[in-house]
């Protein structure tokens, strides 16, 4: 419940060009995470995990939601395969989901939003931080909240 509460307030400092990398065990939350931020963001589709697709789109009320699960890949070289530069590029419209970002770390953007998602028994711990101007900024206000 907690974790679907942190998802909801961050959607509302989203913006085009943001990206959040998603990382935790298998069941931690990652995909529930997107759906509760697209859910408040008034996506009307179900957000469903791209595990075998690797990546989806959804439009949530002008603001597009890319979301990624990089689980299945074996190497970089596949992120070009799948358009990955050209949606994590801070131009490119709508804000951008990455789970399992930590398999090719030396490929994320400098600009991210890192949330880590542990499982501790029944509940979950969530950690985040940033690791460019704007995503210091959406941490900021988002915690804030």
Known sequence: ???AIKAAQLASHLRDGDVVLLNGD??????????AVAAELGCADAVTSPTFNIMQEYDAQGLKIIHFDLYRLDDA?????????????????GVTFIEWSDKFADEMPDDALHIQINV???????NAWASGE????????????
């Open 77 to 93: 070289s596949q992120l070009e395969d799948i358009d990955f530069y050209y949606a994590t590029d801070s131009c490119t419209p």
């Open 134 to 145: 704007r995503s210091a900024q959406l941490l900021a206000d988002w915690m804030n909240d």
């Open 1 to 3: 419940m907690a974790l």
């Open 26 to 35: 298998l069941g931690a939350g990652k995909t529930y995470f997107v759906q």
């Open 120 to 126: 501790e028994g029944d509940s979950r711990n969530m």
